[in-house]
């Protein structure tokens, strides 16, 4: 998929997102919040400026959510996103209650709604994680022209081909085609068991 159908997803599919900011002390404190709206590039939420979370909002200018979707663990698809936020104000207000009817039952007024601000997730990285498949399916994504970074397990060229670390994967999602064995990142579980496993140091993380 590319980034612009995580969003979609994040929006369509799950809504509803447990988003962490940061206090004055430094400590995270959760929400939940709905995101309302999505590009190719960003999401959109709201939220009342009355609230902490407001405050916090403003002050950090960053954010971190995870939403999740299944009837139990094994049927999960979790997408976790951190980046980079801003006020847009309520000009976009009506456009996003027309998507999203329900928020009449709380903000009912035209008045009652003025309380209300949208933000903007401009820019960040992301993660999706599929336990429902098998092997479990994992991928990264930027959006905003935030930079890719290389995350997770990887086998160097000290690799002797002992096989210790294939024995003790979860996931059997590591190659042996040659030495090095590598590493199916897509499949991996970042559990480290390959890590710890190899007796020459031969497995990283990044």
């Keep these: ?58 002050k950090r200018r960053f954010l971190a959510f995870t939403a999740m979707k ?49 933000f903007q997730i401009y820019e960040g990285s992301g993660e999706w994680f599929d336990l429902s498949k098998k092997p479990i399916e994992r991928a990264s994504f930027t959006f905003g022209g935030a930079e890719k970074k290389t995350e997770g397990y990887f086998i160097t060229d000290n690799c002797i081909g002992c096989g210790s670390c294939v024995a003790v994967c979860p996931q059997g999602c590591i190659r042996q085609d040659s030495i090095s064995f590598q590493i199916e990142q897509e499949h991996c579980l970042h559990c480290g068991n390959c890590m710890t496993a190899c007796p020459v140091g031969a497995v990283v993380r990044r």
Aim: glycine share 4%; with cysteine.
């Design 70 to 118: 299944g009837e139990d663990t094994m049927s999960t698809v979790a997408v976790s996103i951190r980046g980079k936020v801003r006020e847009l104000g309520y000009d976009s207000i009506p456009q996003l209650f027309e998507k999203n009817p329900y928020m009449h039952q709380i903000y009912p007024t035209e008045e009652s709604m003025k309380a209300l601000t949208v």
């Design 1 to 58: 998929m590319e980034t612009k159908d995580y969003l979609n997803y994040v929006v369509r599919e799950i809504h509803r997102t447990i988003v962490a900011t940061v206090d004055d002390e430094g400590h995270p404190v959760t929400a939940a919040i709905d995101m309302m709206d999505c590009d190719d590039n960003s999401l959109y939420f709201l939220t009342a400026k009355g609230k902490s979370f407001y405050d916090r909002l403003v």
